[in-house]
């Protein structure tokens, strides 16, 4: 505690000799925040898996579920960047490795977009290491075949529609099928989606034991 203490006093001081100008102030801020919520985080146990909670309903949750305006942005119902869909799937990817650790494989992900359908596969994959998330276009006939199972999958409720989601488990792969919207592609939903999958890859154990 008194270091956290030391180090935010630290901080105000640096605050207050920074130049009156609104650009300077903001940058001191900015690095004020990133040096001292670290050690708030491990002075209150905050785990890894809690922060990640954290920052999501803080950064995307909250300014969702209260806009400023009737008719402002809803961020959750944006589309994902590339660089939050790599995020996702580097979660996703940790967090079932962690879990299934000693057994040999590890999985990889990489993602085929129909960015005109809004929705991506995710192709997850075992392997003895571990290789980097990437993505490209789905090629015509990917395309048409996501169109397919999105149809299939999707629920109709008097005027609304909405997909469930799509998990195929094969031998030494799966393929998710998501919309491309944001809440589908935080840390979160990585950690809920790692959560119901090692359930369901268990599951045939289980029954066999």
């Not at 001292?36 to 909670?53: A, C, D, H, K, N």
């Not at 079932?96 to 929705?119: F, V």
Request: positive net charge; hydrophobic residues 40%; charged residues 30%.
């Amino acid at each position: 505690m008194a270091e956290v203490a030391k180090r935010v006093r630290e901080a105000h001081k640096r605050i207050a000799r920074a130049p009156l100008n609104f650009s300077g102030r903001e940058h001191e801020i900015g690095a004020a925040k990133r040096e001292i919520e670290p050690l708030v985080f491990e002075y209150f146990g905050v785990t890894s898996t809690e922060r990640v909670l954290i920052e999501d309903t803080v950064k995307l949750f909250i300014p969702s579920s209260t806009p400023g305006t009737l008719d402002g942005d809803i961020p959750t119902l944006d589309d994902s960047s590339g660089k939050e869909r790599r995020e996702y799937a580097n979660q996703l990817c940790q967090t079932i490795n962690t879990w299934g650790r000693g057994n040999g494989q590890l999985l990889s992900a990489r993602g085929c977009i129909a960015e005109r359908l809004g929705l991506s596969l995710l192709v997850l994959t075992k392997g003895k290491t571990k290789k980097g998330y990437t993505e490209a276009a789905a090629p015509n006939e990917v395309a048409k075949a996501i169109a397919g199972i999105e149809k299939a999958i999707t629920v109709e409720h008097r005027k609304f529609a909405y997909a469930r989601g799509f998990t195929l488990f094969e031998r030494d792969r799966a393929y998710i099928l998501k919309p491309l919207a944001r809440r589908q592609w935080t840390r979160t939903a990585a950690l809920n989606d790692a959560d119901a999958m090692f359930a369901a890859m268990l599951e045939p154990a289980l029954k066999r034991a």
